[in-house]
């Protein structure tokens, strides 16, 4: 009599884009959250991947999920495999014109809108979706492969790298400033009437506060590598989520903010903002461009490539 062979069900894309989910997240509550599925119906794709691959992907330790070294070459692969079934499952869309762009907070309110009616100009009928958030949460749509490519101020973190290609794009200069004729400044900074700036020592920066964005944005990366690692007894540093509202509280002589030039040029242009240059600080820094490896180049991707590239 022969002996019964079982058949174990085959894998699903719904199985692995829990795992993927689940491995970005941490949590079984917050993969349900993001996939807008039950938390039931989440512990059992994973339990029933597990079971198809009859290896272990996390290790339960009371209400936690750590990694088991079996997860990141599954990860990988499963990256790949919905990378692809979206590149199948949009292809019509993608040959009609569909984009969907992410950027940073910085360029998507002040340098991305002309190059997108560079877009519109050499594609009238582009169907163009917006993703605009600070660097860290735009990088991780891009890993969840739900933005076709980003434009995005901060390095993205090391992990990324893995599944994520990035590519120079141009430069960009943050700019510590005041409100013309501060307070905090009239007794403490030398005014340089050539250059319509103050002038600061780190010594004197440290001693006054100062409005910085919050961690994970990209201007906050380049302010804590290049600036804050040298106020290391700075008073006051206050973060603030939003660009527009430091810069109104730098109006309101709050105190000093550190901003992308793009983001207080037209305060400069009218007076209304000085520049505060800080002896010995450079805060010049990379813009990047990225994208999943997985996601698919479209001829409209390729279009906008050239355009913020030449543009």
């Known amino acids: 009599m022969k002996k019964a062979i079982q058949v174990l069900p085959k894998i699903t894309l719904k199985q692995l884009a829990v795992f993927v989910s689940i491995y970005q997240t941490g949590s079984t509550s917050r993969a349900s959250e993001e996939l807008h599925l039950s938390q039931s119906a989440v512990s059992s794709a994973l339990t029933e991947l597990e ?19 079996n997860a990141h070459p599954v990860y990988v692969q499963a990256q790949a495999i919905l990378g692809q079934s979206l590149t199948l499952e949009y292809y019509y869309k993608y040959q009609a014109g569909q984009i969907h762009i992410g950027a940073s907070t910085t360029i998507g309110n002040y340098v991305l809108p002309p190059l997108l009616a560079k877009l519109y100009e050499a594609l009238p009928d582009a169907n163009v979706d917006m993703y605009i958030a600070n660097t860290q949460e735009v990088v991780s749509e891009v890993e969840q492969l739900n933005i076709d490519i980003a434009l995005v101020e901060g390095m993205p973190r090391p992990t990324d790298m893995k599944v994520i290609e990035q590519r120079a794009w141009r430069t960009d200069t943050l700019m510590v400033f005041a409100k013309r004729d501060s307070k905090w400044l009239t007794e403490v900074a ?71 030039q793009h983001v207080i040029q037209a305060e400069l242009e009218a007076g209304t903002l000085v520049q505060v240059k800080v002896a010995g600080i450079d805060l010049t820094r990379t813009w990047w461009l990225v994208w999943h490896k997985s996601r698919h180049q479209s001829p409209i991707w390729q279009t906008f490539i050239d355009i913020i590239q030449h543009g």
């Open 51 to 69: 079971a198809r691959l009859q290896m272990p992907l996390f290790e339960r330790v009371g209400r936690r999920l750590n990694q088991h070294p």
């Open 190 to 260: 030398a005014y340089n009437h050539d250059g319509d700036c103050y002038q600061l020592t780190v010594e004197q920066l440290a001693k006054l506060p100062l409005l910085v964005r919050e961690a994970g944005s990209g201007t906050r990366q380049i302010i804590d590598e290049q600036l804050l690692q040298h106020l290391p007894d700075a008073e006051t540093i206050i973060a603030i989520q939003q660009s527009e509202a430091l810069k109104n509280m730098v109006s309101a002589d709050i105190g000093l903010g550190c901003l992308s």
